[in-house]
């Protein structure tokens, strides 16, 4: 699914973040100590392998809600934004940590000119933000920051599931026609 608002597309797709190779950045969900983990961070830290680690590593710590920029090695992509998001239930307001984490990573794309992003669906694997409630967020955030893009023209979140993929459809949807 693709929509184009004001001239910036935002493409819903399923697959994994690691291997998206027609963006310029790639987003992580990543932990405070930017390491590899499981899930996301998991795949991003295999496939760009130790090098980002090292990198990231020297940026480490970081809060809920903030988001740093390294290169991407041996990913099919120039940079990765890492960004921790909130653990659902601890880390609170957890909705404004979230849409800081997505306006932070638009922040970093701009400075750096980049015209393509790839989101995963940050917080809502071993995090525990709901779903349909974290879509709501991130895609508000999108929406808003829209015109003050200049150089990023193609945000695409990627959705592990189809089941995720299908319930952020559903919330883009409803977030264009007003409900
Ligand atoms: N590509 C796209 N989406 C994925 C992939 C993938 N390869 N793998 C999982 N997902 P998570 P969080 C989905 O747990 O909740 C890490 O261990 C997944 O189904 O990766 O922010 C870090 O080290 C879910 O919908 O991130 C942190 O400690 C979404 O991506 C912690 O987990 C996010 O799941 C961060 O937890």
Do not use: W
């Not at 392998?49 to 920029?69: C, D, F, N, Q, Y």
């Amino acid at each position: 699914m693709k929509k184009s608002i004001s001239g910036v597309t935002i493409e819903l797709r399923q697959g994994d973040i690691a291997n998206q190779g027609d963006c310029e950045a790639v987003v992580n969900a990543a932990n405070a100590q930017l390491e590899t983990g499981g899930g996301v961070a998991g795949a991003i830290h295999t496939a760009a392998g130790p090098e980002l680690t090292s990198e990231a590593r020297s940026m480490a710590p970081i809060k809920p809600g903030e988001a740093v920029i390294t290169k991407a090695y041996n990913l099919p992509n120039q940079y990765v934004i890492h960004c921790l998001g909130p653990v659902y239930g601890q880390d609170k307001p957890e909705d404004r940590l979230l849409a800081n984490c997505y306006s932070n990573a638009l922040k970093l794309a701009e400075e750096k000119q980049i015209s393509s992003i790839a989101f995963p669906a940050i917080s809502t694997g071993i995090f525990g933000y709901p779903v349909e409630d974290a879509a709501k967020v991130a895609f508000t955030k999108f929406i808003e920051s829209i015109s003050s893009l200049k150089h990023l023209k193609n945000i695409i979140f990627v959705l592990y599931s189809e089941k995720d993929l299908n319930i952020h459809k559903r919330v883009l949807e409803q977030i264009l026609q007003g409900k």
